[in-house]
């Protein structure tokens, strides 16, 4: 069939997929909306965006308004578009009523759960912290609420005991452009979501990142996989925060937090957690039981 004539909105680079598959197939890219350049790094340097980035490399043009709601101007640039859709990915901001109904066949999001499990911000990232065994890509029609349309297409993806979240978002970036270009290929049927099973994926924030080792190992193996690469795990370690950028599950039993034995296993509220890379202030990672060899009295500490 012949491209269709489309907009992008997208951000990060699990929106950059998706514009490079829309690109290659043919269709019409007239626009590609993504957030203005941020200050970034150690130097503060504005950067672009993931998109920004993949948009200049095809020489699609780019718009980075700060605000679409009670834009006027930009309301009635985006309807002059004359657009058969426009695709969504992990844009960042809220489309108003007046772009959502601008398009001949609407805005069509790509969503990274089986909706309507974990509407919102970081559905990745809480989808394995809860211990789900599965999750997905959902293809929706916008509608005003949050993540509430209807469905068009989905497909599902496991999710197994050593699933992290950079792997896992990868797969689903990928899935991800595959549905979109079948649901543009194909106009499924629409599908309305059940009202049962709702939840929502909070928005990550470094609160995210204590581990509070009252709780059990299994919990908190789920939160060090979910967290990686931001906001990242941490716990006190001699009045020092300290990363746990990989950790196990293991057998083991004591006061929570105490150091039961060289391998930097840490007692849990149930069961022990094994440090297996971690990484100290202004230092490099290492292996958990090489942080402990220079630690000598490490069987008085805990963590906290």
């Not at 050593?162 to 899935?175: C, N, R, S, V």
Request: hydrophobic fraction near 45%; charged fraction near 20%; glycine fraction near 8%.
């Amino acid at each position: 069939m012949a491209g269709l004539r489309l907009a992008f909105f997208g951000s990060p680079a699990f929106a950059v997929p998706a514009l490079r598959a829309l690109a290659a197939a043919g269709h019409d890219i007239v626009a590609v909306y993504t957030q203005p350049p941020r200050p970034a790094h150690r130097g503060q340097a504005l950067t672009r965006s993931a998109v920004h980035e993949a948009a200049d490399a095809l020489d699609l043009p780019v718009r980075t308004p700060d605000r679409l709601k009670r834009n006027a101007e930009e309301h009635a640039y985006f309807a002059a578009l004359s657009l058969d859709a426009a695709v969504v990915a992990a844009y960042g901001l809220i489309l108003p009523p007046a772009m959502l109904d601008a398009p001949r066949r609407g805005c069509l999001n790509i969503h990274a759960s089986l909706l309507p499990r974990w509407r919102g911000a970081a559905p990745i990232h809480r989808a394995i912290e809860a211990g789900d065994s599965e999750t997905g890509i959902t293809i929706m029609r916008m509608a005003e609420g949050l993540d509430t349309g209807p469905m068009l297409l989905r497909a599902v993806v496991p999710i197994g005991p050593h699933t992290k979240t950079p792997a896992l978002h990868d797969e689903l970036a990928a899935l991800g452009a595959t549905l979109i270009l079948q649901t543009l290929d194909h106009d499924p049927p629409e599908i309305p979501q059940p009202e049962a099973g709702v939840t929502y994926a909070a928005k990550l924030t470094r609160a995210d990142s204590p581990l509070d080792f009252t709780r059990d190992a299994a919990s908190l193996d789920r939160q060090v996989r979910a967290m990686v690469p931001w906001p990242g795990c941490t716990a006190v370690f001699r009045g020092e925060v300290l990363k746990i950028l990989a950790a196990a599950p293991v057998e083991g039993n004591g006061e929570p937090g105490a150091i039961l034995d060289a391998a930097f296993t840490a007692a849990c509220g149930r069961c022990a957690l094994r440090l297996t890379r971690v990484q100290r202030p202004g230092r490099a990672a290492t292996s958990g039981s090489e942080f402990l060899r220079g630690v000598a009295d490490w069987q008085e500490l805990r963590l906290t």
